[in-house]
Protein backbone atom coordinates (compact mmCIF):
# COMPACT_ATOMS: atom_id res chain seq x y z
CA UNK A 1 0.00 0.00 0.00
CA UNK A 2 1.58 3.23 -1.10
CA UNK A 3 -0.85 5.64 0.13
CA UNK A 4 -0.62 6.43 3.91
CA UNK A 5 -3.53 7.86 6.33
CA UNK A 6 -2.70 11.82 6.57
CA UNK A 7 -4.36 12.76 9.64
CA UNK A 8 -7.59 12.62 12.12
CA UNK A 9 -9.99 14.67 10.34
CA UNK A 10 -13.22 13.98 12.52
CA UNK A 11 -14.20 12.62 16.19
CA UNK A 12 -17.03 11.23 17.34
CA UNK A 13 -18.45 11.88 20.89
CA UNK A 14 -22.07 10.35 22.27
CA UNK A 15 -24.07 12.75 24.02
CA UNK A 16 -27.16 12.63 25.32
CA UNK A 17 -28.41 15.87 25.25
CA UNK A 18 -26.96 17.74 21.76
CA UNK A 19 -28.02 21.53 22.57
CA UNK A 20 -26.51 21.22 26.38
CA UNK A 21 -23.38 19.57 24.89
CA UNK A 22 -22.89 21.60 22.24
CA UNK A 23 -23.52 24.63 24.12
CA UNK A 24 -20.76 23.39 26.72
CA UNK A 25 -18.36 22.48 24.25
CA UNK A 26 -18.95 25.76 22.38
CA UNK A 27 -18.67 28.03 25.87
CA UNK A 28 -16.11 25.84 27.98
CA UNK A 29 -13.88 25.10 25.37
CA UNK A 30 -14.20 27.80 22.69
CA UNK A 31 -15.57 25.37 20.10
CA UNK A 32 -16.88 26.60 17.00
CA UNK A 33 -21.03 25.11 16.01
CA UNK A 34 -20.58 24.60 12.17
CA UNK A 35 -23.82 22.32 12.02
CA UNK A 36 -26.80 21.51 14.22
CA UNK A 37 -30.14 18.97 14.19
CA UNK A 38 -31.69 16.54 16.56
CA UNK A 39 -29.52 13.90 16.05
CA UNK A 40 -26.02 15.80 16.46
CA UNK A 41 -23.67 18.79 16.28
CA UNK A 42 -20.85 19.35 14.13
CA UNK A 43 -18.03 21.25 15.96
CA UNK A 44 -14.57 22.63 15.11
CA UNK A 45 -12.00 22.07 17.96
CA UNK A 46 -8.41 21.64 18.14
CA UNK A 47 -7.90 21.85 14.27
CA UNK A 48 -10.10 18.93 13.53
CA UNK A 49 -13.87 18.27 13.59
CA UNK A 50 -15.31 17.21 16.35
CA UNK A 51 -19.11 15.13 15.95
CA UNK A 52 -21.32 15.21 18.85
CA UNK A 53 -23.68 12.71 18.18
CA UNK A 54 -26.92 11.61 20.04
CA UNK A 55 -26.42 8.95 22.39
CA UNK A 56 -28.17 6.56 24.94
CA UNK A 57 -27.20 7.34 28.27
CA UNK A 58 -24.27 6.09 30.19
CA UNK A 59 -22.65 5.86 26.42
CA UNK A 60 -19.15 7.92 26.73
CA UNK A 61 -16.25 7.76 24.45
CA UNK A 62 -13.91 6.32 27.42
CA UNK A 63 -12.53 2.30 27.69
CA UNK A 64 -11.03 -0.01 30.48
CA UNK A 65 -7.94 -0.72 30.21
CA UNK A 66 -6.06 -4.12 31.19
CA UNK A 67 -5.88 -3.32 34.71
CA UNK A 68 -9.42 -1.93 34.77
CA UNK A 69 -8.53 1.63 34.48
CA UNK A 70 -11.15 3.87 32.86
CA UNK A 71 -8.81 5.42 30.00
CA UNK A 72 -9.87 8.36 27.80
CA UNK A 73 -9.53 8.45 23.91
CA UNK A 74 -8.62 11.16 22.96
CA UNK A 75 -5.44 14.02 24.22
CA UNK A 76 -5.35 17.23 22.88
CA UNK A 77 -2.20 19.26 22.99
CA UNK A 78 -1.13 22.94 24.45
CA UNK A 79 2.02 24.55 23.84
CA UNK A 80 4.08 24.11 26.78
CA UNK A 81 3.39 23.54 30.86
CA UNK A 82 2.49 27.56 31.58
CA UNK A 83 -0.49 26.76 28.84
CA UNK A 84 -1.25 23.36 30.53
CA UNK A 85 -1.35 25.26 33.55
CA UNK A 86 -3.18 28.42 32.46
CA UNK A 87 -5.92 25.67 30.87
CA UNK A 88 -6.01 23.93 34.50
CA UNK A 89 -6.71 26.78 36.20
CA UNK A 90 -9.06 27.87 33.67
CA UNK A 91 -10.90 24.98 33.41
CA UNK A 92 -11.08 25.10 37.46
CA UNK A 93 -12.64 28.60 37.10
CA UNK A 94 -15.25 27.41 34.72
CA UNK A 95 -16.18 24.26 36.85
CA UNK A 96 -14.93 21.97 34.34
CA UNK A 97 -14.24 18.19 36.10
CA UNK A 98 -10.76 17.82 36.19
CA UNK A 99 -8.10 15.88 37.59
CA UNK A 100 -4.52 16.95 38.87
CA UNK A 101 -1.59 17.58 36.74
CA UNK A 102 0.41 14.22 36.33
CA UNK A 103 4.14 13.74 35.44
CA UNK A 104 3.30 10.22 33.49
CA UNK A 105 7.12 10.00 33.04
CA UNK A 106 7.67 10.93 29.54
CA UNK A 107 8.23 14.76 28.32
CA UNK A 108 6.11 17.05 29.43
CA UNK A 109 2.58 16.89 31.76
CA UNK A 110 -0.64 16.12 31.22
CA UNK A 111 -4.28 16.35 33.13
CA UNK A 112 -7.77 14.83 32.41
CA UNK A 113 -10.88 16.53 32.46
CA UNK A 114 -14.42 14.98 32.02
CA UNK A 115 -17.31 17.02 29.63
CA UNK A 116 -21.13 16.66 31.26
CA UNK A 117 -21.74 13.01 29.38
CA UNK A 118 -18.91 11.33 31.32
CA UNK A 119 -16.41 11.39 28.19
CA UNK A 120 -12.68 11.91 29.55
CA UNK A 121 -10.25 13.99 27.64
CA UNK A 122 -6.42 14.42 28.28
CA UNK A 123 -4.74 18.01 27.79
CA UNK A 124 -0.94 17.29 26.91
CA UNK A 125 1.90 20.08 27.54
CA UNK A 126 3.83 19.22 24.33
CA UNK A 127 2.69 20.00 20.83
CA UNK A 128 4.10 17.06 18.33
CA UNK A 129 7.39 18.33 16.33
CA UNK A 130 5.48 17.71 13.20
CA UNK A 131 2.59 20.44 14.21
CA UNK A 132 4.84 22.73 15.37
CA UNK A 133 7.00 22.60 12.05
CA UNK A 134 3.92 23.12 9.84
CA UNK A 135 2.65 25.69 11.85
CA UNK A 136 6.11 27.33 12.34
CA UNK A 137 5.75 27.60 15.71
CA UNK A 138 8.90 28.05 18.39
CA UNK A 139 9.26 27.02 21.89
Known amino acids: MKEKLQRVGTTYIPVTDINNSKDWYVNKLGAELSYLDEDKAILNLADQSIFLVRSHQGQTSNFKDFNGEERFSLTFEVNGIKALENMHREFIKQEINVGKIENRGHAGRN ?12 VWSELSPKYKK ?3 ITP
Open 111 to 122: FVFQDPNGNLFD
Open 134 to 136: LHM
